[in-house]
């Protein structure tokens, strides 16, 4: 396992300075933020993030994410270009010793929450979601932190018409023949690919999710069976379905998780939840039973401690803050250095 910690670029807040003093760091997961999505990221601009990280003493092997252009999603005909740039924006990664991208199949948007600063009674603020409010939400008008695009209002109507047409199947056909077009690209760069769940996993403003359950990883496996296809298995995204088993999960697929987001939840109601700091019991998921069934699986990818909540006066970008991540990685190490002690 390699703890790792989110790190938006240069336009970060938190300096890698402060994130090399986190103990059991290795490094960061971050991107390139300033080309247009479906463009290939040019050598230059990954060379330029290499550096930074290797000035502070951080490796660099994971990217999240190298965004997939809404017409690969659609299945447009400009399709094959776009897949041709994003098999070179591969190959340019791998020259970095990039080692794992994370990426998402989302149409449209990518995850979503109903309040970005919901107090908790110890004065720390989390992101909080109630389906309820989300439904009142005009999709034309949102705006998250930390996503990695966002549409001109233009945009956003012309892909909310042409997602009419395309079912949960079609889009499934769709994300495989993007990784059937990618995956020559990850041989060659020795990359492996980690789709990330669906945030929450269930359709959204009539928009189809297809990365929700274990029955999308079986199906992810038997469509594109080559190892470089995996997974990021995202606590949070899949544990606010409540028919996920997480720790059964984690463990089945522990061998195609090259990346685990881990974070915690407190459900509030059906489909709502708040979220928590990352100790098991701060929330409603067991996350020493995860950590052990990852452990358990035979997992050997990167970490990050997802999510945290906003402390100690910090008021920084809603769930990237410094002080809850660093003590959620502190905890995450914790409990896989005592998991894979008594394993051995
Ligand atoms: C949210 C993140 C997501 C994730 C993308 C991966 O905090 O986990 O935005 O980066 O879905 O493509």
Redo the contacts with the bound molecule.
């Keep these: 396992m390699k703890m790792t910690f989110?790190w938006y670029g240069e336009k970060d807040t938190i300096p890698l300075t402060y994130i090399k003093q986190i103990p059991n760091m290795s490094g960061v997961v971050t991107a390139v933020y300033d080309v247009p999505v479906g463009e290939v990221w040019p050598s230059e601009k990954i060379a330029r993030l290499k550096q930074l990280c290797d000035e502070a003493g951080l490796e660099m092997e994971v990217i999240?994410?190298v965004?997939v252009h809404e017409d690969i999603k659609l299945g447009k005909p400009n399709r094959d270009q776009l897949i041709a740039n994003y098999r070179e924006t591969i190959k340019n990664l791998g020259k970095f010793g990039v080692k794992c991208i994370?990426?998402?199949f989302?149409p449209v948007f990518?995850?979503l929450r109903t309040e970005l600063k919901s107090k908790n009674e110890d004065g720390s603020t989390s992101l909080s979601y109630c389906h309820e409010e989300l439904m009142k939400l005009d999709p034309k008008n949102l705006h998250l932190p930390?996503?990695?695009e966002s549409y001109s209002l233009d945009e956003l109507n012309s892909l909310l018409e042409e997602y009419k047409n395309i079912s949960h199947e079609q889009l499934f056909d769709n994300l495989v023949y993007f990784l059937n077009g990618i995956m020559p690209a990850c041989d060659e760069a020795g990359i492996n690919m980690a789709i990330?769940p669906d945030?929450p996993p269930w359709d959204m403003f009539g928009l189809p999710r297809i990365i929700t359950s274990k029955e999308s990883y079986d199906k992810m496996i038997e469509r594109v069976p080559n190892k470089h296809n995996g997974f990021?298995f995202?606590t949070g995204?899949l544990g606010a379905g409540r028919f996920n088993d997480l720790p059964y999960m984690a463990k089945k697929y522990a061998d195609r998780i090259y990346f685990a987001?881990i974070r915690q939840l407190k459900y509030s109601g059906e489909l709502d939840f708040k979220e928590a700091g990352h100790l098991t019991s701060s929330g409603d998921l067991d996350i020493y039973s995860i950590v052990k069934a990852l452990v358990e699986g035979g997992f050997n990818g990167y970490v990050r401690p997802?999510?945290g909540r906003n402390i100690w006066g910090e008021d920084n970008k809603p769930?990237?803050g410094l002080y809850d991540r660093a003590l959620g990685a502190m905890y995450l190490s914790g409990l896989f250095e005592a998991i894979e002690k008594e394993k051995r």
């Design positions: 989110r999240e994410s965004p994370c990426y998402n989302m990518d995850w930390g996503w990695d990330h945030d990021t995202c995204s987001h997802d999510h769930g990237y």
